[in-house]
């Protein structure tokens, strides 16, 4: 079975600065994909970044960059020159080879940019 | 249209009513996905099809009842709901179901409130 564990429910973040969202997940499978999802409250889960176990780099997108730290299980979400419109829910995800069919999300954390 | 939509945003319903949600993806996916959301709880997974047939049914009440025409539209029937069924209903979609670097594209669900 899958797990993934974000355990800061709300952070708080002066805009323009940098912000890491914690993300931790537990799998036995050797091949399986990390994923962020950012839902404002409107309710859209929107897709941000993707990381592949097997990936040697970190992933970039934009401001987002994933710092992917393999032997720990980490899997963190680093927001550069936050803006205002970044305040959120992110959702962590995974998804296993061996359950493709099931994408497990953390229970979120509320991104707060103060301006 | 662009990405995943779903109709209508709001549903507001009584627990004798019967009534549809509709998902419609146009990026030529061929996997969709039902996903249920509660105040504080991480998302569940609810329904999978794969190519208009249904590969998971994650133990949902039979008051749900799924339907997939095509690859790309998705309904969720609802009939006789509870209370507790209040909640945010997203539907996804990805490109193919069984791979772990699959990235599941969300609509904006849709926010239902049982009363």
């Known amino acids: 079975a899958q797990k993934i564990t974000q355990t800061q429910p709300g952070m708080f973040v002066q805009e323009k600065e940098a912000v890491t969202l914690d993300c931790t997940y537990d799998?036995?499978?050797?091949?399986?994909?990390l994923f962020w999802y950012k839902q404002p409250s409107s309710g859209e889960m929107i897709f941000l970044i993707y990381?592949?176990?097997?990936?040697?780099q970190n992933a970039t997108e934009g401001r987002y960059s994933l710092n992917f730290q393999k032997a720990r299980k980490s899997a963190n979400l680093v927001i550069s020159a936050s803006q205002l419109g970044d305040s959120a829910m992110y959702f962590c995800?995974?998804?296993?080879?061996?359950?493709?069919?099931?994408?497990?999300f953390g229970s979120g954390t509320q991104l707060t940019v103060l301006p | 249209e662009t990405g995943v939509t779903q109709t209508p945003r709001h549903l507001v319903m009584g627990m004798t009513n019967k009534k549809s949600l509709k998902c419609e993806q146009h990026?030529?996916?061929?996997?969709m996905y039902w996903y249920k959301q509660s105040a504080k709880k991480p998302l569940e997974l609810m329904f999978v099809?794969?190519?208009?047939?249904?590969?998971e049914n994650n133990s949902v009440p039979s008051r749900f009842s799924p339907e997939c025409p095509n690859s790309s539209h998705l309904f969720l029937h609802l009939h006789t709901l509870q209370p507790e069924d209040s909640a945010l209903y997203l539907c996804?979609?990805?490109?193919?179901?069984?791979?772990?670097?699959?990235?599941?594209?969300f609509g904006p669900g849709t926010r239902l409130t049982v009363l």
């Open positions: 996804a979609s990805s490109q193919q179901l069984a791979a772990s670097t699959d990235t599941q594209y």
């Open positions: 799998t036995s499978d050797p091949s399986y994909g």
């Open positions: 990381q592949g176990s097997y990936d040697q």
């Open positions: 995800a995974m998804r296993a080879a061996s359950s493709a069919r099931q994408l497990t």
């Open positions: 990026l030529g996916h061929n996997a």
């Open positions: 099809y794969n190519f208009k047939e249904q590969t």
